[in-house]
Antibody, heavy 121, light 109 residues
Framework: QVTLRESGPALVKPTQTLTLTCTFSGFSLSASGMCVSWIRQPPGKALEWLARIDWDDDKYYSTSLKTRLTISKDTSKNQVVLTMTNMDPVDTATYYC?????????????WGQGALVTVSS | QSVLTQPPSASGTPGQRVTISCSGSSSNIGSYAVNWYQQFPGAAPKLLIYDNNQRPSGVPDRFSGSKSGTSASLAISGLQSEDEADYYCGAWDDSLNGLFGGGTKLTVL
């Protein structure tokens, strides 16, 4: 059974760096063809794709946010970490990690429950 | 503003057939599979349609998807009150970005 769970701070201050961890089970990121993505959703607004990391450590970032994002994985811990620098109130959102299947598309068959991050001083 | 364009709202009465459109370009919908997600308030999105017109197990056959050129559609037949939710289309893009539509809020009157 595949599960994903996001964890991280619920509140960050403007200009700070956000670090979110996705802990998953039911699959291995060291297995060929596996990958994990991050997606966010500001309150009352649409979904926004952020980043993806593949089993072979290939990484893909949202063009509009790539200067602020870093995605990494720890296969031994079954975790994917997303960092976002220079946080701003407009980054307030629920952040989801999800598994794309297959890697190269937008078919997310499993999602975490989401982590609400509020950016405020 | 989302690259994939959806109507912000749609509505229908129980039993009706409703369609939601998703418009893109040759670099996304025109080249890649379209997926649809259903989202209820306070919950994570759920995969509804993948590969343009495939239903995951457990999704009722009242839900169907289609794609033509640079546009796609989600159709819901036999509309039920429990279908009231937000619906999002998603597709990959040649820019190596994932894209979602702006979402459509479906109201069952």
């Amino acid at each position: 059974q595949v599960t994903l769970r996001e964890s991280g701070p619920a509140l960050v201050k403007p200009t700070q760096t956000l670090t979110l961890t996705c802990t998953f089970s039911g699959f291995s990121l060291s297995a060929s063809g596996m990958c994990v993505s991050w997606i966010r959703q500001p309150p009352g607004k649409a979904l926004e794709w952020l980043a993806r990391i593949d089993w072979d450590d290939d990484k893909y970032y949202s063009t509009s946010l790539k200067t602020r994002l870093t995605i990494s994985k720890d296969t031994s811990k079954n975790q994917v970490v997303l960092t976002m620098t220079n946080m701003d109130p407009v980054d307030t959102a629920t952040y989801y990690c999800a598994r794309p299947s297959p890697c190269g598309g937008m078919t997310f068959d499993f999602w975490g429950q989401g982590a609400l991050v509020t950016v405020s001083s | 503003q989302s690259v994939l364009t959806q109507p912000p709202s749609a509505s229908g009465t129980p039993g009706q057939r409703v369609t939601i459109s998703c418009s893109g370009s040759s670099s996304n919908i025109g080249s890649y599979a379209v997926n649809w997600y259903q989202q209820f308030p306070g919950a994570a999105p759920k995969l509804l349609i993948y590969d343009n017109n495939q239903r995951p197990s457990g999704v009722p056959d009242r839900f169907s998807g289609s794609k033509s050129g640079t546009s796609a559609s989600l159709a819901i037949s036999g509309l039920q009150s429990e279908d009231e939710a937000d619906y999002y289309c998603g597709a990959w893009d040649d820019s190596l970005n994932g894209l979602f539509g702006g979402g459509t809020k479906l109201t069952v009157l």
